[in-house]
């Protein structure tokens, strides 16, 4: 049995940053000076005025404001050190690094305020409420400015479908045929912008187009074929159903009785936790539970003022623990499960395997990890009985636009 080996050239860059990093950068900065002048006004003012709720809200922003000086360190020293050579793997892991250890230090705060605000229940303390009150409405607002200075970026719980489709008439992507039929030009579109994805035929010349002489057959890899109908739009036709997941298959276009086959392929990106910044996404998740925190303040501050409830202020701190606990929990199970290398997306890895193996080959062994947000390394072992060779295997994965860093190993079958 022969072995082929392969590794990418030495000198290819190693630079693994998000998108948008020195602009999230800025971002962080920005929030830091916000929160650090609040984090102050209302720990001194919950001492000042009796409030542990008031307490907890302003220590909440003081993990939150060391939370955010962690990304922005990291964002800064990976930034700055992205091209050192030290770096085996580049420094996109740097976020994840600062937000892990964000994370723990919020757990530890988490029981802290949570072991206060249980005391304060058993020995209530006298509240100003006429000083505490407009203390924690201006904390609102200061959460409400620091999710507004945070928006811009890509918070990866997201709110995308991971690749963006939608193309129009007049774009030509891989998603937008154009068939030259005897009448003219005909163009098939692949349209989601907004809404499920579905077939567009329109015509660009020649007689319009019907419901009665216009049809599409997909054919996928597997064998699978599906027929679509259309419905009249007007300027376009539009197929009745949604087309499935993913958009890579043969199509046959039926016009006028000409049959013309197309083929879609679909580029792959890195999906869910594999193309998250969990910087920025610690940050935001952050400012948004504080803002909740902030919101449980001022009800319990109220409703203890109006009802005497004096119970109610504590519970409003404890509540509070509990939304930072479970922040730092789920942010802890995501940023470990990258320090670790655990394979950060499943259906990267079929598809990969799919891409290899449709053609008779055979995966001996596979390696996927993250590198930093949405760039992804894989190690691949190829058993073949033909004569390819590792760049016929890199040419078929090409489409893959995540997998930055590739190695890939070609045994030769007995």
Same mark, same amino acid.
């Given at each position: 049995m022969r072995q082929e080996g392969y590794a990418a050239?030495?000198?290819?860059?190693?630079?693994?940053?998000?998108?948008g990093h020195e602009a999230n950068e800025h971002r962080t900065w920005a929030v830091i000076a916000l929160c650090s002048v609040m984090m102050l006004a209302e720990i001194i003012g919950g001492w000042l005025f009796g409030s542990i709720a008031l307490i907890a809200d302003?220590?909440?922003m003081s993990t939150h404001a060391g939370a955010l000086l962690l990304a922005a360190v990291a964002y800064t020293f990976a930034r700055h050190y992205a091209d050192d050579p030290r770096f085996t793997f580049g420094t996109g892991k740097f976020g994840d690094l600062a937000g892990f250890s964000s994370a723990l230090i919020l757990a530890m705060i988490a029981l802290l305020i949570g072991y206060e605000a249980v005391t304060r229940l058993f020995a209530p303390v006298t509240i100003h409420f006429a000083e505490a009150i407009p203390i924690a409405a201006l904390g609102l607002l200061?959460?409400?400015?620091?999710?507004?200075? +945070?928006?811009?970026?890509?918070?990866?719980h997201a709110h995308r479908h991971g690749h963006g489709h939608g193309h129009g008439h007049e774009n030509d992507h891989d998603e937008s045929k154009r068939i030259a039929t005897r009448n003219g030009d005909v163009v098939l579109d692949v349209f989601e912008d907004g809404v499920p994805p579905r077939f567009r035929l329109h015509a660009n010349a020649g007689p319009p187009l019907t419901t009665q002489n216009a049809s599409v057959e997909t054919v996928r890899p597997d064998g699978a074929r599906q027929l679509?109908?259309? &419905?009249?739009?007007?300027?376009?036709?539009? %197929?009745?159903? *949604?087309?499935?997941?993913?958009?890579?298959?043969?199509?046959?276009?039926?016009?006028?009785?000409? #049959?013309?086959?197309?083929?879609? *392929?679909?580029? *792959?990106?890195?999906?869910? &936790? &594999? @193309?998250?910044?969990?910087?920025?996404? &610690?940050?935001?998740?952050?400012?948004?539970?504080?803002?909740?925190? @902030?919101?449980m303040v001022i009800v319990g501050l109220v409703l203890a003022r109006a009802f005497g409830w004096m119970w109610i202020d504590p519970v409003a701190g404890l !509540?509070?623990?509990?939304?930072?606990?479970?922040?730092?929990? %789920?942010?802890?199970?995501? #940023?470990?499960a990258i320090l670790l290398d655990m394979n950060p997306d499943r259906r990267m890895a079929d598809h990969l395997r799919q891409a290899?193996? %449709?053609?008779?080959?055979?995966?001996?062994?596979?390696? +996927?990890?993250?590198?930093?947000?949405?760039?992804?390394?894989?190690?691949? @072992? !190829?058993? #073949?009985? %033909?004569?390819r060779s590792e760049a016929d295997y890199r040419a078929r994965l090409a489409r893959f636009h995540s997998l930055s860093h590739l190695t890939i190993e070609v045994k030769r079958a007995a």
């Open positions: 050239s030495a000198f290819h860059s190693h630079v693994f940053l998000g998108e302003g220590l909440h200061v959460n409400i400015a620091s999710v507004w200075l +945070l928006s811009g970026g890509d918070h990866g679509f109908a259309f &419905a009249d739009r007007g300027d376009f036709l539009e %197929s009745v159903d *949604e087309i499935p997941e993913p958009h890579a298959f043969a199509a046959n276009v039926t016009i006028n009785g000409e #049959t013309h086959a197309v083929a879609f *392929e679909e580029p *792959e990106h890195a999906q869910g &936790a &594999a @193309s998250r910044d969990n910087n920025l996404r &610690a940050a935001f998740l952050h400012v948004i539970g504080d803002a909740a925190v @902030s919101v !509540v509070g623990a509990l939304v930072i606990a479970n922040w730092s929990l %789920s942010l802890i199970r995501d #940023t470990s290899i193996e %449709s053609e008779g080959d055979r995966i001996a062994d596979l390696h +996927l990890w993250r590198l930093g947000p949405g760039h992804l390394g894989a190690i691949v @072992s !190829v058993v #073949t009985p %033909s004569a």
